[in-house]
């Protein structure tokens, strides 16, 4: 199963390796489709994929981390 999501991280988790440690206690594979860092923001749009409830386990995870996780519908403009 495969989710697109909007992910946006607050400036204290911009250096944090979030997506990663997401991925491997959840096993979610993340493909990034765009991303947007400064120093005071991070945004990204993800393609998750996985089991359902490993997905979620993932979105819960992030949002746990302090994330703000939007779904997205629809294809993804390059």
């Known amino acids: 199963m495969k989710k697109r999501v909007?992910?946006?991280f607050p400036q204290h988790?911009?250096?944090e390796p979030v997506i990663f440690t997401m991925a491997k206690t959840c096993d979610v594979m993340p493909n990034i489709r765009r991303a947007c860092v400064t120093e005071t923001i991070g945004v990204m749009v993800?393609?998750?994929e996985g089991e359902e409830e490993n997905l979620e386990k993932?979105?819960?995870y992030l949002l746990s981390?302090?994330?703000t996780?939007?779904?997205i519908e629809g294809d993804i403009i390059e």
């Open 46 to 48: 993800l393609e998750l």
């Open 6 to 8: 909007k992910l946006t």
């Open 58 to 60: 993932g979105i819960q």
């Open 65 to 67: 981390r302090g994330v």
């Open 69 to 71: 996780v939007e779904m």
């Open 13 to 15: 988790l911009i250096k």
